[in-house]
């Protein structure tokens, strides 16, 4: 073990360039008696990755440490606080060319972390904060793992969200550690485990408490404590103190002989697939390719697994889906930087104008980040429900044990309900959520301006109308902004702000500071009708209603709108965003647009909305509600309206995937028209707020990774079909076309 290969190609290059050149930076160690404390700290970045350095430097230390005959035990540590290794690093996958060059990585990989497993003295990862991903797969091939009970100190497998599987033996040693069961809940589903959970689950096998702050830094100080009680186990697991295994107790050896079974197995192979078929609907490969991998180890033994593993990992690497989820990836990691720079002055005091589901919304994930906020309502009910509303919120989390009750408590301390504007004098923004008309909005605001100091600012949480209209009525127009918050507000990811010609930079920096506090990805759009968001989803909206006049029903056409990708049904969007709303939207937008954001008839919402059916707030709408989440079925009223209004489906055009197409041409043809117009900045950002904001489907990337990936040529040919029975709404624009006669040219590079 004097010498250990290091991981890959790159790998090997960067430890001959490296030893010649370079002292090292990422990875260093000493020695407390006889224990070698190996520590991690990428200097270039907040987190650890297994960088090609990160991982040359750890092949070198680990070659010294294990000829060192002094040292009978090692600790890996990181010194970064809130990180132990975040994961694998992206741009090493996405430098290769073939599926063979990243089966190459992985099994390089592998045999990395085959050598840590074997290795001929024990090692202990102490794991303070996030252990994702390759992070992961390298604690569990160490011999012992402590970690802190911190709330930053998090486990798990994200890869099947980048469309990839854990590549480094995480599907061979995850199931034997956990189980399958366990094992296929975390790789599926990319979850997080926390550290008191973890232990429940054989993950991890002692838990340190967090320090609080003294001397030094509370971060600080949990880390030193960390290493001194890792040090300490290293010691007592090499004087055989600590057994590395421990006698089994009754249950578990009963639920290992179960599983030995066969049949037993064979039956949770069955239903993990039927339900990842189900929630995934075919479209993402990486699932199956998971349990393909899983089951080829356990069934026929380690080396097939890990080859298996291997293959597989490259293979989805190159897929589409793979790529259009780490294009995501790399868009969310953008878009929650702040590109406008430090505020001049910092957001402390937030006042929010109505105390309805938004403006309640948004108080939650206010306080929740420990911004003092003052939530106004008309009405002392209005307060009430408000406060309720994010009560409950909060409460929720202390249930689900990510808050306790006494948090609950401090964080509920930063809210205040009121019906004057006494303390707006001192507040650095307000942000109204009051009704979508603009006679009210002028009125809030200028009874707003009255009372804030000369710095605040006013931001209007408005879905469709103009900023430049709303602050028609301000006296300082540059600091009105728009913030569109997206329903509901704690759990939709999406902000999207929106600047008038007017809007300094400095508010739109404070805006956007505001945002990533309150743990959202930010989109930066410019002013206009619908600005980039609702402009998209109208005009699907719009042609969902007419295929539902043409007889397509409620049912299928969710059908059809999922089985394409899509998170929710169309009619169901409807539902969720409210009929009166829709039908709002849909008139004031086709005043701004005309003919050409029009579809379906928009008296057919107008007379659900008459009749008391605008959606899932009301109890009715294309379906009518039970108590339950799933509790609904299809509105009879409803489908009378519809046959009221009835159109003939055009034969041509009214397949299962020509309804498909409509809905997501039309949709792709407004974004791409938004970048046209510049009212988006980049392609980035429209599938950013495409996918977080409206749910565009997430395998397909968004809607410019999709024109990409499809090519422009053979999109615009489809909606050339539809342009001939319907007319100016699927005319592709200009950049549409251009791209299509370019077909070198791509939105992504």
Request: proline share 4%; glycine share 10%.
């Amino acid at each position: 073990m004097a010498s250990v290969r290091a991981a890959g190609v790159y790998c090997r290059f960067a430890a001959t360039k490296y030893s010649v050149f370079s002292a090292r930076t990422h990875v260093s160690y000493d020695l407390k008696d006889d224990v070698a404390v190996i520590r991690l700290n990428d200097p270039t970045s907040k987190v650890n990755t297994l960088s090609v350095q990160m991982q040359t430097e750890l092949t070198e230390v680990m070659g010294e440490v294990w000829a060192n005959e002094a040292v009978k035990s090692a600790v890996l540590i990181s010194s970064k606080p809130g990180c132990f290794i975040a994961g694998a690093d992206i741009n090493m996958i996405q430098v290769c060319q073939s599926s063979e060059e990243v089966t190459g990585l992985s099994r390089e990989g592998q045999k990395m972390f085959e050598k840590i497993e074997k290795s001929p003295i024990p090692i202990v990862a102490a794991i303070n904060g996030s252990c994702l991903g390759g992070g992961l797969e390298f604690a569990i091939a160490c011999q012992y793992r402590v970690a802190t009970k911190s709330r930053k100190t998090i486990l798990g497998t994200p890869e099947v969200m980048l469309g990839l599987l854990p590549g480094a033996g995480g599907t061979q040693r995850l199931p034997k550690m956990v189980g399958l069961p366990a094992a296929f809940d975390m790789m599926l589903t990319g979850r997080n485990i926390r550290a008191d959970k973890a232990k429940k689950m054989g993950l991890v096998h002692q838990l340190v408490d967090p320090l609080g702050p003294g001397l030094k830094p509370a971060e600080e100080r949990t880390i030193e404590y960390l290493e001194e009680v890792a040090v300490g186990v290293a010691k007592d697991i090499a004087n055989k103190k600590v057994a590395l295994t421990k006698e089994k107790g009754f249950m578990q050896k009963l639920q290992d002989t179960v599983m030995g079974l066969g049949p037993v197995r064979k039956k949770i192979y069955q239903t993990v697939q039927q339900k990842v078929q189900k929630q995934t609907k075919g479209l993402y490969p990486a699932p199956v390719k998971i349990i393909e991998s899983v089951q080829a180890g356990v069934e026929k033994g380690a080396v097939e697994g890990y080859l298996t593993e291997a293959e597989n990992f490259g293979k989805l690497a190159m897929t589409s889906e793979s790529k259009a989820l780490i294009g995501l990836y790399q868009g969310q990691v953008t878009c929650k930087k702040n590109r406008f720079g430090t505020p001049q002055k910092e957001v402390k005091r937030l006042a929010i104008l109505g105390a309805g589901l938004m403006g309640a919304g948004i108080a939650q994930v206010t306080v929740d980040k420990g911004l003092t906020t003052i939530l106004k309502d008309t009405t002392a009910e209005g307060i009430s429900r408000g406060q309720q509303q994010v009560y409950k919120g909060l409460n929720d989390k202390v249930k689900k044990k990510a808050l306790t009750s006494f948090e609950r408590d401090a964080t509920l301390s930063y809210l205040s309900g009121q019906l004057d504007y006494s303390g707006f004098q001192s507040a650095d923004m307000v942000i109204e959520a009051v009704f979508e008309d603009i006679n009210i909005k002028h009125k809030v605001l200028k009874e707003v301006e009255a009372v804030i100091p000369p710095h605040c600012i006013f931001a209007t949480n408005t879905s469709a109308l103009p900023i430049k209209d709303i602050a028609a009525a301000s006296k300082r127009p540059d600091k009105v902004i728009g913030m569109h918050y997206f329903s509901p507000v704690d759990k939709m990811q999406l902000l999207e702000i929106i600047t008038t010609d007017q809007t300094s930079k400095d508010t739109t920096a404070s805006a956007v500071s505001v945002g990533l506090k309150q743990g959202k990805i930010v989109i930066v759009v410019g002013d206009g009708p619908g600005f980039y968001t609702t402009r998209c989803v109208a005009s699907m909206v719009a042609e969902a209603l007419r295929a539902l006049q043409e007889g397509v029903g409620p049912k299928k056409l969710d059908a059809l709108t999922t089985s394409f990708g899509f998170p929710v049904g169309a009619a169901t969007l409807a539902d969720e965003v409210g009929i009166d709303v829709a039908a709002h939207v849909a008139e004031d937008l086709g005043k701004a647009f005309g003919n050409r954001i029009g579809g379906g008839n928009v008296e057919v919402l107008q007379t659900m909305v008459e009749k008391g059916f605008k959606g899932r707030k009301s109890g009715k709408g294309c379906y009518i509600y039970g108590k339950g989440k799933k509790d609904k079925h299809v509105n009879p009223d409803a489908e009378e309206i519809l046959q009221k209004y009835k159109l003939a489906a055009p034969p041509t055009v009214s397949s299962d995937s020509d309804i498909q197409y409509r809905l997501v041409s039309r949709f792709v043809n407004e974004a791409v028209m938004s970048l046209q117009e510049g009212i988006l900045g980049n392609p980035v950002e429209g599938d950013i707020g495409a996918v977080f904001g409206l749910g565009f489907p997430p395998c397909l990337g968004g809607p410019f990774r999709f024109v990409d990936s499809i090519g422009a040529d053979r999109l615009v040919g489809i909606m050339r079909r539809f342009e001939d029975v319907y007319g100016e709404q699927f005319t592709p624009c200009q950049l549409l076309l251009d791209h299509a006669k370019d077909p070198g040219r791509k939105f992504h590079k």
